[in-house]
């Protein structure tokens, strides 16, 4: 069954950003609606910040009009409430998964401290819903706080590719914006206005303009309503012979956008499958705007009729890349458009595609007749990389070109790397020279100066540059590194120019989380990227040493005096004068090691953060609100706050020390290396070794050893995939968690083990299954035994004996040996209110179940908010469950659909099949000729069932593999981290998670995919 995270699970940072603009609220697509709630909180005056003859301030009316919605990236919430209506006041902010409860805190340790009264908070886990609380006082250090709102809402998930991700993306700041109001008036009333300013970057297509309106990067002022919808304009760029305007949902209500002169009426050219969103296209003869042109832009209601509706560009990507070549023999990866096109073999091989370290030789239609997917064969040139590209930079009348019928070009670039082999593994010495973390990825020098990546990409974390590199930094979700020519170049995702360093040569660089300052070799400054509060408005100078906050950078001149600047808060950029040696910046405080050898901290002070160790100190870093440093007789000293221990240093001797966020590690004088602070994911749990740097993420760390090859530990989504020895003959996957049977019956878990999900019981096993956290066994004796999470007693298996296991996300289901059905763990939906009577097979869902009775009928109990309890009529014989719909096939071999018909993923196809499964929002199933049939959402094609012939069939949330009747796999669908790069070989058993997979060979070895890249292995308790 797919696989979600739980509010129990790991979820990344949650760090606020500053808004100073009033948001124009419009719920987007997929938004939970907020859930107001006043609670009660226990207030006390504010602590010892205020001068003692400040009189203690009233407490203000709780803030009204509380409103939680989801952001415009991944992982984000938009916070705002109305203006407090008798005048400023301070606000302080926190937040929780929807499902756990706020913990104690003091009135210093909530999370932010904003006068404003709207924020974004970065970092969540997309698509989990977030409790949000936001209270009041009145400007003043002594004033009460007013009673606590609460607020709910689901954090955005990733939002549908649009393929214009190479297109820059440089936000001005100072920009006005208007909003019409929340309705038009008339048929004829501007809703939205903005001034554009046009930018290019030589991107695809060259010369491409685009637009975004004012917002600074938070993109606050876009929202419109048009025929009762609320919506966003998300983007307006020139591309592919056209320009394409995206707003976060579609409307039947006619309307014009007009830029400057030119005006353009929806529905003209909606794009092409793309059901439910607002993205539109229309074809253009040239570029409309040239580079730092303003463009007046304002949409319209009431348009009048809308028009015949034109096809936007096609899109290319790769897929079915191998991860590796052997440097001799040719290799084959697939290019697919999403569209049939009059495109020709020659034309792909010959002069559409350009290959850098090797040869197309042969390019072939995978489908007779179609011109959609076709099989490349590239011939590698020797052991080097091969990239792979379709460029989609031709005019449709030249050689090459691929264009639809009516002459429109590609509007993106498809590109694809394959590694070359390593030829001499004992040969080649110390293969990384420097290594860096974002927030889930890692970039690594090799030996010979080039860069591998490897972690999540969603937003191009991976796509390290080629050339070769002699240091590397990374941001939250981007990387930079300077070259061997000592320019820089970074890659991942674009926050505002962040990935567009400045021209020049450059001796060293700091990144931040979305900005990045460099010291050039003439010892000036520069900064690029976000610049909503002046974090790239670097001081005039020179400069020695530099280091970056959350929104801003402090540097040593060469005459050893500190400069700051960016975002104020709690005086972080008024640094103290005095000469310095060494500097370090957490999100809102800084510390710096004076030329005599004491540290000085100043900026925000809430957990002690500037509450300067006494003593003298050689080495200093900082993480999120904690500093650490090693004294001048090697011992470390830490301060700062300590709610995971972050600033409980270790005993011993220390030559090197790394913060980051609520965890820290340092390098002992053995070269060994010990962490400290949060430890929820492994972080703290260090491998034995000598090492040489480390690198810290926000749950995972990655250390380089003295012989080379890097070692990592922590959170990791690709723990789950790492290799096994032995033989198995059974096996499931849960969340980011995997158990399999061995040959002698026993059971052997790895991945995450949060909640001991991995922790295998002993005893011989003949059956298995794995929920989201949890896992369920029936042993050789038919007695049950559970493991994992049970925080819902999910794992508090049933006395009795059993014939048949289900297990939903947290509660599972049994067949006792008398047929009959019991349930344990969670039943807040009704999960444990199992049916009288005699039972043969059964399935769960996320929240409910479903089983076969012996009479062939369907029954179902559990959570019915979407109909996944309402079992059809008639007799069947093979039932799945999916998060929240059902499919069962009936004695006729047709496919029956219940529960959730968002997406379609309902809508059974017709025809006869012999078995189903079900993703998130899709649905597969096997046809009785042994086809496959996909349906539903189509998001990173899930739902375009490969052809051929299968006999096996699993799905996660947003990738499906099978196994063919020869044995071997093919995946597809989403490929940000590698899930559909099946692994060569035959298979008989298959098992998908959220974004890996297992699988059984024919010699009952197991695979699990995607892998580390070559030469990174993670560090468990067991090694």
């Known amino acids: 069954m797919p696989d979600r995270p739980s509010p129990a699970s790991h979820r990344g940072p949650a760090l606020p950003k500053r808004c100073r603009s009033l948001a124009v609220r419009g719920v987007a697509a997929g938004v939970i609606v907020a859930v107001l709630a006043l609670t009660a909180a226990a207030a006390r005056p504010a602590d010892s910040l205020a001068p003692a003859e400040v009189a203690q301030a009233a407490r203000p009316a709780a803030v009204t009009g509380l409103s939680v919605q989801a952001g415009d990236a991944p992982g984000e919430l938009h916070v705002s409430w109305d203006p407090h209506p008798d005048g400023a006041v301070d606000h302080r902010v926190r937040w929780t998964p929807a499902g756990q409860d706020f913990k104690p805190k003091k009135d210093t340790d909530w999370n932010d401290f904003p006068v404003d009264n709207e924020l974004t908070i970065s970092g969540l886990w997309p698509g989990e819903s977030y409790k949000v609380q936001v209270r009041a006082r009145f400007s003043g250090p002594n004033g009460e706080w007013s009673q606590v709102v609460t607020g709910t809402a689901a954090a955005a998930t990733t939002p549908e590719l649009t393929k214009v991700a190479a297109v820059k993306l440089t936000d001005l700041s100072g920009q006005p ?32 303009g685009y637009s975004r309106w004012a917002g600074v990067g938070d993109l606050s002022e876009r929202g419109l309503t048009l025929g009762g919808t609320s919506m966003r304009v998300m983007l307006i760029v020139q591309l592919g012979g056209g320009l394409f305007l995206a707003m976060d949902r579609a409307t039947d209500t006619d309307f014009t956008l007009k830029l400057g002169d030119a005006e353009f009426a929806a529905g003209e050219s909606l794009v092409p499958h793309t059901a439910g969103s607002g993205r539109y296209w229309w074809a253009t003869d040239a570029d409309l705007w040239t580079d730092g042109e303003e463009v007046a832009a304002s949409i319209t209601a009431g348009s009048g009729t809308l028009g015949e509706r034109a096809t936007a560009p096609p899109i290319a990507y790769f897929s079915q890349i191998p991860r590796l070549h052997d440097g001799t023999g040719p290799f084959t990866l697939r290019l697919n458009f999403d569209r049939e096109l009059p495109v020709t073999a020659a034309a792909l091989k010959d002069h559409a595609l350009e290959t850098v370290g090797g040869t197309v030789t042969g390019a072939a239609a995978v489908t007779d007749g ?64 420097s290594l860096a973390s974002g927030s889930y990825h890692t970039c690594a020098i090799e030996a010979d100066g080039t860069l591998t990546c490897w972690g999540a990409n969603e937003k191009g974390q991976l796509d390290a540059p080629a050339g070769t590199y002699k240091t590397v930094a990374a941001g939250a979700i981007y990387s930079c590194a300077i070259a061997t020519d000592d320019t820089i170049a970074c890659w991942g995702y674009n926050t505002n120019g962040s990935i567009h360093p400045p021209a020049g040569t450059y001796a060293e660089f700091a990144v931040g989380q979305r900005h990045s300052c460099a010291i050039a070799f003439d010892a000036t400054l520069t900064c690029w990227g976000y610049n909503a509060w002046g974090q790239t408005l670097f001081p005039t100078g020179t400069y020695k040493a530099i280091d970056v906050g959350w929104e801003h950078s402090c540097a040593i001149a060469t005459d050893s005096t500190l400069a700051c600047w960016g975002y104020p808060d709690w005086g972080n950029i008024d640094p103290p004068a005095g000469t310095y040696q060494a500097l370090a910046s957490g999100d809102v405080h800084n510390c710096a090691i004076a030329t005599d050898d004491t540290i000085t901290c100043w900026g925000r002070n809430f957990e002690g953060q500037t509450d300067s160790p006494a003593g003298t100190y050689k080495a200093i870093d900082a ?13 470390l000293t830490c301060w700062g706050e300590n709610n995971h221990g972050q600033a409980d240093a270790p005993a011993g001797t220390y030559k090197a020390v790394f913060a980051r966020m609520n965890h820290s590690c340092a390098i002992a004088d053995d070269d060994t290396v010990t962490c400290w602070g949060n430890n929820r994911d492994g972080q703290n749990d260090t491998p034995v070794g000598a090492f040489e740097t480390v690198a810290i993420s926000w749950a995972h760390t990655c250390a380089l050893e003295a012989g080379g090859d890097v070692v990592c530990w922590g959170f990791n989504r690709f723990a789950q995939t790492e290799p096994l020895t032995g033989t198995y003959r059974n096996l499931d996957t849960g969340n980011n968690h995997s158990c399999a049977i061995a040959d002698d019956d026993t059971i052997t878990c790895w991945g995450n083990n949060d909640y001991g999900q991995t922790d295998a019981p002993a005893g011989t096993y003949k059956t298995l299954t794995s929920g989201f956290e949890h896992s369920c066994a029936i042993a050789d004796d038919d007695t049950i035994t559970c493991w994992g999470d049970n925080s819902r007693r999910q794992s508090n298996a049933p006395a009795g004996t059993y014939q048949a296991l289900t297990v939903g996300d947290i509660h599972s289901c049994a067949i006792a040996d008398d047929d009959t059905i019991t349930c344990w763990g969670d039943n807040i939906y009704g999960q444990r209110g199992a049916p009288t009577g005699s039972y043969k097979s059964l399935a769960s869902g996320r929240y409910y179940s479903c089983a076969i009775a012996s009479d062939d009928t369907i029954t179902c109990w559990g959570d019915n908010r979407k109909g996944e309890t309402n079992a059809p009529a008639g007799t069947y014989k093979t039932l799945a469950l999916g998060d929240d719909h059902s499919c069962a096939i009936a004695h006729d071999d047709t496919i029956t659909c219940w529960g959730n018909n968002s997406s379609r993923k309902a809508r059974a196809p017709a025809g006869t099949y012999k078995a189903v499964a079900l993703g998130d929002e899709h649905s597969c199933a096997i046809a009785t000729d042994d086809t496959l049939t996909c349906w539903g959402l189509n998001y990173h094609s899930r739902a375009q069932a490969p052809t051929g012939t299968f006999k096996a069939l699993a799905l996660g949330d947003e990738h499906s593999c099978a196994i063919g009747t020869d044995g071997t796999i093919a995946c597809w669908g989403n490929n940000n981290n590698g899930q559909t790069d099946a692994p060569a070989g035959t298979f008989k058993a298959l098992a998908t998670g959220d974004e890996h997979s297992c699988a059984v060979a024919t010699d009952d070895t197991i695979t699990c995919w995607p892998k580390p890249p070559e030469g990174v292995r993670w560090a468990h308790a067991d090694n």
């Open 177 to 208: 914006a208007e909003n019409g109001g929340p309705a038009y008036a008339d048929a004829a009333s501007v809703v939205w206005s903005a001034t554009l300013t046009v930018g290019t970057d030589g991107s695809s297509p060259p010369g491409s």
């Open 370 to 433: 179609s011109t959609k997917t076709w099989s490349i064969t590239v011939q590698p040139d020797g052991p080097g990389d091969v990239t792979v590209a379709l460029p989609a930079e031709e005019a449709c009348d030249e050689p090459g070109a691929v264009c639809t019928a009516d002459g429109l070009m590609l509007h993106n670039q498809a590109r694809a790397l394959v590694a070359g082999p390593f030829t001499d593994w004992d040969a080649v010495g110390q293969r990384t020279t």
């Open 623 to 635: 993480g999120y609100h904690h500093t650490c440093a090693i004294a001048t007789d090697d011992t």
